[in-house]
């Protein structure tokens, strides 16, 4: 998703990492966040071969679903050692698909063991949604 208003960033933070994001749709939070995520990881992947995945959640709220989302995430990174740079998400009222392309990863600086909810709120801004994400390093 090429989105000149969409993005992410670190925010300093003592002991885990948080990043900040924003996109103009709950889709490209999702999307966003998780090219963040995979930035703060410092995770690089294979040229080859490409793998696909396909993805359904459901969730009583948008940061419900943040999290169960990028969980997947890690868990593909962990258990699979797989992560992903191309994303087709659509959320429809709290519903989540996604078909997702990636490869294996060839390394990671830093892994990141769980997504939480400290902080979390998925704010409605003028532009879009945004929102602060905490990882437990």
Known sequence: ??????????????????????????????EQAARGMYALMGAR?????????NLELNASDPESLLV???SELIYFCEQQNLGFDKFD??????SLKAHLTGATLASIDKEIKAVTYHKLVVRETEQGYEVNVVFDV
């Not at 992947?45 to 995945?53: A, T, V």
């Open 1 to 30: 998703m090429t989105c000149p208003s969409c993005g992410y960033r670190e925010i300093e933070h003592i002991a885990d990492w948080e990043l900040n994001v924003w996109a103009p749709d709950l889709s490209g939070l999702l």
């Open 45 to 53: 992947l294979e040229p080859e071969p490409r793998q696909y995945r």
């Open 68 to 70: 169960a989302f990028l």
């Open 89 to 94: 998400i659509t959320v429809n009222n709290l």
